[in-house]
Each structure stands twice: as structure tokens, then as C-alpha cells.
């Protein structure tokens, strides 16, 4: 399986940005993926997960402004991310095959996001 995230930008506090991750290859054994964000230097630490039936998950800090979804003909996930703030500044990274809130051994790469005025 390879994921290829996209997405990510420059955007003023409380505006909006929505991340895309597109599965491609053995994508039928994925039940569960998510996001991920590692801020400089810190651990990357989980943001949301989604199961194939529906099922979602959420960091606290992002509950509320957050909205996972899945299309799942598309082998696509987004990350709808509303009233960002200076402190959601980070790499995002959509991952696949783990479990709701902690994540598989596939990684797509990394898109930059930056919260800034």
C-alpha cells in the first residue's frame, strides 16, 4: 500500500484547510487509517482515525474543528480542518492499517501545514 497525502498550505488563524490521502496498491486489506502531525521537534502524536464501517476517533484538542471522512470507491480519506490555530502548525501524516487511534506501518509522506498571520 502507498498513501500520497496532499493539501496543506499556508492559512490565517481560524480559516479552514482540508488534507487529502489517496491509497493506491493492495488497498482491500485497509481497514483503518488516519491522520497524524509532528510538530518540530516533537513526537508525531495522532489527530483522527477511520474505520472502514464509519467508526471515528479524535485528538482532544482537535474535537469540534476537526472532521475525518472517507470515500472509500476513491481509496481516499480527508481531513476537513476548521478554526485552525498557530498551534495545529505541523507536518501531517495519513496513515493506514492500525488500529483507530494508533497507527499501522504505512506512512504516506508528510504535508506541511503552517497557521500563521
Known amino acids: 500500500v502507498q498513501l500520497q497525502a496532499s493539501g496543506g498550505g499556508l492559512v490565517q488563524p481560524g480559516g479552514s484547510l482540508r488534507l487529502s490521502c489517496v491509497a493506491s496498491?493492495?488497498?482491500?486489506?485497509?481497514?483503518?487509517m488516519g491522520w497524524y502531525r509532528q510538530l518540530t521537534g516533537k513526537e508525531r502524536e495522532f489527530v483522527a482515525g477511520?474505520?472502514?464501517?464509519?467508526?471515528?476517533a479524535y485528538a482532544d484538542s482537535v474535537k469540534g474543528r476537526f472532521t475525518i471522512s472517507r470515500d472509500s470507491a476513491k481509496n481516499t480519506i480527508y481531513l476537513q480542518m476548521n478554526s485552525l490555530k498557530p498551534e495545529d502548525t505541523a507536518v501531517y501524516y495519513c496513515n493506514a492499517g492500525g488500529l483507530l487511534t494508533s497507527p499501522g506501518r504505512t506512512w504516506g509522506q508528510g504535508t506541511l501545514v503552517t497557521v500563521s498571520s
Open positions: 496498491g493492495s488497498t482491500v486489506s485497509i481497514n483503518t
Open positions: 477511520i474505520r472502514h464501517g464509519g467508526a471515528t
